[in-house]
């Protein structure tokens, strides 16, 4: 019954290593969004997907790639990983239109690099 | 790129009212005012957010001041289980709104 899932919940690899996080939404919520929450607890969005297509893209190094199979998913794939990619990913999603507030996030992915 | 200013922590009895402030004076007229709220590990919540008028939901209180300058939060009957990091947002309503969230507000409800 969880709206916004994200598996997995930890991951711990070495360094140069690509690894994938996967989040899925049951909302039927139309744009999707994937946060980073570094060390000093600032969350900064990443990228934006609305109906499968990139919206947002911030100033993310391209070893990050999120993709977006349908609506309900969007993936980040994480290429040669380094120390300072370590953090907690969250995924969020939401429903375009005034009357919708809310982003409904999914409880986060801790990774690690060593 | 935080447009909103809020204080660091603040201390409320378990019981009592907690008020939770935040300027936003150079938000625009199509910008609403957000809050969330994050217990420690978890995801942040959505807790409310309004334009011009104040809002109550089964949550919170928001109240916005008439020139939408700055805006309250309120925990009507604070619990324990309301220690969190709350922050307040500005942002757009469209498809592509995103939301910058700031440094929030440690609020920490004391027995």
């Known amino acids: 019954d969880t709206a916004v899932s994200q598996t997995p919940k930890y991951l711990v690899t070495q360094m140069g290593n690509d690894k994938s996080i996967k989040c899925e939404q049951n909302?039927?919520?139309?744009?999707m969004y994937w946060y980073k929450q570094d060390s000093k607890k600032f969350l900064k969005i990443m990228f934006s997907?609305?109906?499968?297509?990139?919206?947002i893209n911030e100033t993310v190094p391209n070893r990050f790639s999120p993709k977006s199979p349908d609506k309900a998913h969007l993936n980040l794939h994480i290429n040669s990983l380094e120390l300072g990619d370590s953090a907690v990913y969250f995924c969020?999603?939401?429903?375009?239109?005034?009357?919708?507030?809310?982003?409904?996030f999914g409880s986060g992915t801790r990774l690690t690099v060593v | 790129d935080a447009k909103t200013t809020q204080p660091p922590s603040m201390d409320c009895a378990e019981g009592r009212a907690a008020n939770l402030p935040c300027n936003h004076s150079?938000?625009?007229?199509?910008?609403?005012v957000y809050w969330y709220r994050q217990i420690h590990s978890q995801g942040p919540q959505y807790i409310i957010h309004?334009?011009?008028n104040n809002e109550t939901n089964e949550m919170a209180s928001l109240i916005i001041t008439e020139d939408r300058k700055s805006s309250t939060l309120i925990l009507p009957h604070a619990t324990l289980r309301d220690t969190a990091v709350y922050y307040c947002?500005?942002?757009?309503?469209?498809?592509?709104?995103?939301?910058?969230f700031g440094s929030g507000t440690q609020l920490t409800v004391l027995p």
């Open positions: 969020a999603s939401s429903q375009a239109g005034a009357l919708t507030g809310g982003y409904t």
């Open positions: 909302l039927g919520h139309d744009t």
């Open positions: 997907y609305n109906n499968k297509e990139l919206i």
């Open positions: 150079t938000i625009s007229g199509n910008e609403y």
């Open positions: 309004g334009l011009k």
């Open positions: 947002i500005v942002g757009g309503s469209g498809s592509a709104r995103q939301l910058t």
